[in-house]
Nanobody
Framework: QVQLVESGGGLVQAGGSLRLSCAGS????????MNWYRQAPGKQLELVAG???????RYADSVRGRFTISRDNAKITVYLQMNSLKPEDAAIYSC????????????WGKGTTVTVSS
């Protein structure tokens, strides 16, 4: 089993910053395959950023240059530093893990809410 626990959401003014954390535990041994998604009310689930099988990080166009993933491999924790936040960044942010080697799966945290006031 894999457990993912997010933290760090909250209310911030437009232009401000937040840092989200996702701590993995259980049968997870690498941060490769960990992703951040978000979903705003009435909108589709969106991949915000993710760590590929070789450790390469990809970002959604909407956040590139403003959001940065960092990682602590020893703690199996990834962070999402969000700068220059916009009202349209407000959403529930969820951590996801899809391993690149068996046993495969699709694991989700419960999410953390980010609210951006204009």
């Amino acid at each position: 089993q894999v457990q993912l626990v997010e933290s760090g959401g909250g209310l911030v003014q437009a232009g401000g910053s937040l840092r989200l954390s996702c701590a993995g535990s259980g049968s997870i041994f690498s941060v490769n395959g960990m992703n951040w998604y978000r979903q705003a009310p009435g909108k589709q689930l969106e991949l915000v950023a993710g760590i590929g099988s070789t450790g390469i990080i990809r970002y959604a166009d909407s956040v590139r240059g403003r959001f940065t993933i960092s990682r602590d491999n020893a703690k199996i924790t990834v962070y999402l530093q969000m700068n220059s936040l916009k009202p349209e960044d407000a959403a529930i942010y969820s951590c996801n893990y899809r391993p690149f080697s068996p046993p495969y799966g699709d694991y989700w945290g419960k999410g953390t809410t980010v609210t951006v006031s204009s």
